[in-house]
């Protein structure tokens, strides 16, 4: 009886640990001269009912960037070569994401959009600072991440 009560006091706390993310970090403070930058973009809606459209970085080489939708404008700094990038767009409960493999440039700063096409379906690919496309076009489908919440005053 007792070893079943150490037993299961054991598993209960192995269970309830939390192991930290691990979170894309970029490059050293000496490689950033060479690195290369995204930035996400938001769109504000056309009428006070929507909300605002935001794309951002989601995860760079399947390591999630810390705070990304709330910094979409910041940029990501990100070492040149071939690298997994991962956007996303959100708007309310809705979201989508897309992955991207991606030559990166030195120096260069990328921007990553989105259009939506309709209620389900999100268009995304990454621009150079010239505005060109520098990768395929993918489309996305949108899931809901939740109700959204109407206040009823009576």
Same mark, same amino acid.
């Given at each position: 009886?007792?070893?079943?009560?150490?037993?299961?006091i054991g598993f209960v706390l192995t269970a309830c640990q939390t192991v930290p993310p691990i979170y894309y970090e970029p490059?050293?403070?000496e490689l950033l001269e060479t690195a290369a930058s995204i930035? $996400? *973009?938001?769109?504000?809606?056309?009428?006070?009912?929507?909300?605002?459209?935001?794309?951002?970085?989601l995860a760079i080489d399947g390591l999630p960037v810390?705070?990304?939708r709330g910094n979409f404008d910041k940029p990501v700094y990100i070492s040149p070569g071939m690298h997994t990038v991962q956007i996303a767009n959100k708007q $309310? *409960?809705?979201?989508?994401?897309v992955a991207f493999n991606i030559e990166i440039e030195s120096k260069?700063?990328?921007i990553?959009?989105?259009e939506v096409l309709d209620l389900e379906n999100v268009r995304s690919w990454v621009?150079?600072?010239k505005g060109e496309k520098v990768t395929p076009v993918l489309v996305g489908a949108r899931i809901s991440g939740g109700s959204a919440v109407i206040p009823i005053i009576m």
């Open positions: 009886m007792n070893k079943l009560v150490f037993l299961l490059p050293p403070a930035v $996400g *973009t938001r769109v504000k809606p056309d009428n006070i009912f929507h909300d605002d459209e935001t794309t951002f970085v810390k705070a990304s $309310g *409960t809705l979201m989508a994401n260069e700063k990328y990553a959009k989105t621009e150079n600072s």
